[in-house]
C-alpha cells in the first residue's frame, strides 16, 4: 500500500460507546477503528490512529505527520471549538485533510456551531456517526485521485 493516512481522534473519544450516546452512538472508537481498517484494505489504504485528551500532544502528533502520511483525517472534539493551535499546527500540511464530527455540530449548543480548522481543512463531515469517518476515507481517497 503507497497510501497512508493518519486519524486523530481529540478529546473524549476514547470513551464513546458510554459518553452521551444519543449524541455519540454506542460503538466505540476501537469499533469505527476497525471499521476504517477494513474500509482502508479495500482502498488500499494503510490507516494509523491516535487519540490524545491533550491539545499539545495532538498538535506533535499532526507536526510529526508532515512528511509521513498522504492523508489526515481530525476530529478534534471539543477543540473544534478552541484551539487555534491545532488550527496553525493543520497549517504545516500540504495533504488532504478531512475534519469529521459524529454528531452534526451544527444542531447543538451555539458554541458548538463554529469549528476553528473549517477554513484550513479540504472538507467537513458533520451528523453522519461513525459513517462520517469512512465517508471521510472516501473524500481523502477522491481528493488524492484529483
Partial sequence: MDVKILVI???????LGKREPGHYGTETMDEINRQMTQKGLQLGMKV??????????????????????????INPAAYTHTSLAIRDALLLLSCPVVEVHLSNIYQRESFRRH????????????GFGSNGYLLAMDAVFQLLRS
Fill in 115 to 126: 469549528s476553528m480548522i473549517a477554513d484550513v481543512v479540504s472538507g467537513q463531515i458533520s
Fill in 9 to 15: 481522534h481529540g478529546p473524549n473519544l476514547n470513551m
Fill in 48 to 73: 494509523d490512529f491516535y487519540q490524545s485528551n491533550c491539545e499539545g500532544q495532538i498538535i506533535d502528533r499532526i507536526q510529526s505527520a508532515c512528511d509521513q502520511y498522504n492523508g489526515l483525517i
